[in-house]
């Protein structure tokens, strides 16, 4: 697939999306958002991926938006238009990158390189894993423009490192290194930079060799969706029927018998046609 603000490629079971405008420290515009809409899409399609990649060329992740048009830069009636206009040919409801990652049946990795600065740190927000080099650094850096939190940040960040952190981060709006960032949550783990490409890829092949794609596609769904319900009884409400259905079938039993064989599993379920009945369930409740 060929992009103009991306790389794409597969590389075994990783599918690895590079934000690729070194030379602008892969500063996000409209026209990026679009095409990993187009590139995440592809690889969730794809049975051979099991899991996506998210990682910057050159020397920086995303240093954040694209302000090339000088104070103007997020007038999008204005000067920002050519960098953040309303795309031609879009349509409403669309739910652009930002819904395309929370909603795919891929697990997601993100791998900080380097700066990831305001939309820089917050498109990577909904990956389900977050790991980074000792040179990254971290920025909310929204109040400190004059604007607010976007791309669902304002929900997702307090759910993955707590309201306490969230407030502080966005509140001072200023720079933090690595070692903060994993201490406050943000990424799991840290690796020099020449490692952290290879750590994603090990993480993928792990969960290629030892994980059904169908068990992980509704466990990382449920995990986003139901984890911040005051209740537990709306989950109650399906997730013993998926348990039930995947218990009859055959990915189960090919992980009962890797198990007890001790060897290897080797499950047969694809995500682009085995989802159980009822999925996505959260359609059949709006």
Same mark, same amino acid.
């Given at each position: 697939?060929?992009?103009?603000?991306?790389?794409?490629?597969?590389?075994?079971?990783?599918?690895?999306?590079?934000?690729?405008? +070194?030379?602008? *420290?892969? &500063?996000?515009?409209?026209?990026?958002?679009?095409?990993?809409?187009?590139?995440?899409?592809?690889?969730?399609?794809?049975? #051979?991926?099991?899991?996506?990649?998210?990682?910057? #060329?050159?020397? #920086? @992740?995303?240093?954040?938006?694209?302000?090339?048009?000088?104070?103007?830069?997020?007038?999008?009636?204005?000067?920002?238009?050519?960098? @953040?206009?309303?795309?031609?040919?879009?349509?409403?409801?669309?739910?652009?990158?930002?819904?395309?990652?929370?909603?795919?049946?891929? +697990?997601?990795?993100?791998?900080?390189?380097?700066?990831?600065?305001?939309?820089?740190?917050?498109?990577?927000?909904?990956? /389900?894993?977050?790991?980074?080099?000792?040179?990254?650094?971290?920025?909310?850096?929204? #109040?400190?423009?004059?604007?607010?939190?976007?791309?669902?940040?304002?929900?997702?960040?307090?759910?993955?490192?707590?309201?306490?952190?969230?407030?502080? %981060?966005?509140?001072?709006?200023?720079?933090?290194?690595?070692?903060?960032?994993?201490?406050?949550?943000?990424?799991?783990?840290?690796?020099?930079? /020449?490692?952290?490409?290879?750590?994603?890829?090990?993480?993928?092949?792990?969960?290629?060799?030892?994980?059904? +794609?169908?068990?992980?596609?509704?466990?990382?769904?449920?995990?986003?969706?139901?984890?911040?319900?005051?209740?537990?009884?709306?989950?109650?409400? @399906?997730?013993?029927?998926?348990?039930? &259905?995947?218990?009859?079938? !055959? /990915?189960?039993?090919?992980?009962?018998?890797?198990? *007890?064989?001790?060897?290897?599993?080797?499950?047969?379920?694809?995500?682009?046609?085995?989802? !159980?009945?009822?999925?996505? %369930? %959260?359609?059949?409740?709006?």
């Amino acid at each position: 697939m060929t992009f103009q603000t991306l790389l794409y490629e597969v590389d075994g079971p990783a599918a690895v999306i590079t934000l690729n405008r +070194p030379d602008k *420290l892969n &500063a996000y515009t409209a026209d990026m958002g679009a095409e990993m809409t187009e590139a995440l899409r592809a690889a969730d399609a794809d049975d #051979a991926v099991r899991a996506v990649i998210l990682t910057g #060329a050159g020397r #920086a @992740f995303c240093a954040g938006a694209d302000i090339s048009a000088g104070a103007g830069a997020f007038d999008t009636a204005g000067e920002g238009a050519r960098n @953040f206009g309303r795309r031609s040919g879009a349509r409403d409801g669309d739910p652009g990158f930002i819904g395309t990652l929370f909603d795919l049946k891929k +697990p997601t990795i993100a791998a900080f390189n380097g700066p990831a600065v305001g939309v820089g740190v917050t498109l990577a927000l909904p990956t /389900d894993i977050k790991i980074a080099c000792s040179v990254a650094r971290f920025g909310f850096v929204f #109040a400190r423009r004059g604007l607010v939190p976007e791309a669902g940040s304002a929900w997702f960040l307090p759910k993955l490192v707590g309201l306490p952190q969230a407030l502080r %981060w966005c509140l001072h709006g200023g720079l933090f290194d690595a070692a903060e960032a994993l201490r406050g949550g943000l990424v799991s783990e840290v690796v020099e930079p /020449d490692a952290l490409l290879a750590r994603a890829k090990a993480i993928v092949a792990e969960m290629a060799e030892t994980t059904a +794609p169908v068990s992980v596609a509704l466990t990382r769904q449920m995990l986003w969706r139901c984890s911040g319900e005051p209740l537990p009884f709306d989950l109650l409400s @399906f997730d013993g029927a998926y348990a039930m &259905a995947l218990g009859a079938g !055959p /990915d189960v039993r090919e992980g009962v018998s890797a198990f *007890l064989e001790k060897r290897p599993p080797r499950f047969p379920g694809r995500v682009s046609a085995d989802m !159980p009945a009822g999925y996505p %369930w %959260w359609s059949a409740r709006s």
